[in-house]
Antibody, heavy 120, light 113 residues
Framework: QVQLQQSGPGLVKPSQTLSLTCAIS??????????WHWIRQSPSRGLEWLGR?????????DYAVSVKSRITINPDTSKNQFSLQLNSVTPEDTAVYYC??????????WGQGTLVTVSS | DIVMTQSPDSLAVSLGERATINCKSS????????????LTWYQQKPGQPPKLLIY???TRESGVPDRFSGSGSGTDFTLTISSLQAEDVAVYYC?????????FGQGTKLEIK
């Protein structure tokens, strides 16, 4: 059974960097058959896909155009986890952030969600 | 980006009755290489992440009750709950994985009448 455990601060100041981590159990971040996603949810934007990282002989990333200049998703093979960094946040980045595992094209397993509020 | 539009936004159905939720994509999500529609349905209850119900438009995820079914192809899809149970009260989302960015519908809130 795959489990994803999210961690990170729930409050970030405007213009600073949002950083979250998703720890994986029951699978490997380096799996050739999985991809690792970040998705956020807010009342104004609904469910919004942010990006993913995956390993297929080398590491790849895909990012949403809306955040492409500000986002980094990194795998950490030593800790079997992956992270989200979103720079220069504004109150519009306030949302519940989820990590998720894609396998066979399905987002089958999700983290518990982290409410991140951007406020001074 | 592929825009996913669900209808209705909210729905109230009596216990034991059928509930039908529609999802329309702005372009087709049938992939000829897989011969499948790249569409998923999720159920989300308050305070929880979305739960995978249906994938490939009509394949039920393991453990999902058989009262849930998905149908459709191309750009038009339907989630049907054949006999509504109290535990089915939730928000339901469709999502395409035909191409990145993966995109979601706005959600349909299902309540008991």
């Amino acid at each position: 059974q795959v489990q994803l455990q999210q961690s990170g601060p729930g409050l970030v100041k405007p213009s600073q960097t949002l950083s979250l981590t998703c720890a994986i159990s029951g699978d490997s971040v380096s799996s050739n058959s999985a991809a690792w996603h970040w998705i956020r949810q807010s009342p104004s934007r609904g469910l919004e896909w942010l990006g993913r990282t995956y390993y297929m002989s080398k590491w790849y990333n895909d990012y949403a155009v809306s955040v492409k200049s500000r986002i980094t998703i990194n795998p950490d093979t030593s800790k079997n986890q992956f992270s989200l960094q979103l720079n220069s946040v504004t109150p519009e980045d306030t949302a519940v952030y989820y990590c998720a595992r894609e396998w066979n094209r399905q987002l089958q397993y999700w983290g518990q969600g982290t409410l991140v509020t951007v406020s001074s | 980006d592929i825009v996913m539009t669900q209808s209705p936004d909210s729905l109230a159905v009596s216990l034991g009755e059928r509930a039908t939720i529609n999802c329309k994509s702005s372009q087709g999500v049938f992939h000829s290489s897989s011969n499948k529609n790249h569409l998923t349905w999720y159920q989300q209850k308050p305070g929880q992440p979305p739960k995978l119900l249906i994938y490939w438009a009509s394949t039920r995820e393991s453990g999902v009750p058989d009262r849930f079914s998905g149908s459709g192809s191309g750009t038009d899809f339907t989630l049907t709950i054949s006999s509504l149970q109290a535990e089915d009260v939730a928000v339901y989302y469709c999502q395409q994985y035909y191409t990145t960015p993966y995109t979601f519908g706005q959600g349909t809130k299902l309540e008991i009448k």
